[in-house]
């Protein structure tokens, strides 16, 4: 069993920056494939990121935020640049034991384990 727990979370001005944490427990770290997702209020949960042996972004992110990873923290980071308001959400970090593939990547269902998550807020 892989425990989750998100940091990093708060209040910025646009076209600022915040980096989320994600630190796990319980597992071999090195093993699994992490990912970010997102949550607006009254939205879906959406794929923001993703890590294994391919780095994958949601359009909507690309170019702004970068996932990385240190195995020897078992800790996956999410630098978020030139935030908007539209980023404004509830970040969720989880961690997937299956073999993916570009098509599957962004697909809730494809990963194990979540966190609690973490808000995000970018004011205007």
């Known amino acids: 069993q892989v425990q989750l727990v998100e940091s990093g979370g708060g209040l910025v001005q646009a076209g600022g920056s915040l980096r989320l944490s994600c630190a796990a427990s319980?597992?071999?770290?090195?093993?699994?494939?992490m990912g970010w997702f997102r949550q607006a209020p009254g939205k879906e949960r959406e794929f923001v990121a993703h890590?294994?042996?391919?780095?994958y972004y949601a359009d909507s992110v690309k170019g702004r935020f970068t996932i990385s990873r240190d195995n020897a923290k078992n800790t996956v980071y999410l630098q978020m640049n030139s935030l908007k308001p539209e980023d404004t959400a509830a970040y969720y970090c989880?961690?997937?034991?299956?073999?993916?593939?570009?098509?599957?990547?962004?697909?809730?269902?494809?990963?194990?384990?979540w966190g609690q998550g973490t808000q995000v807020t970018v004011s205007s």
């Open positions: 989880a961690a997937s034991g299956k073999k993916m593939t570009i098509a599957t990547i962004g697909q809730m269902g494809e990963y194990d384990y």
């Open positions: 890590i294994s042996w391919v780095t």
């Open positions: 319980g597992g071999t770290f090195s093993s699994y494939a």
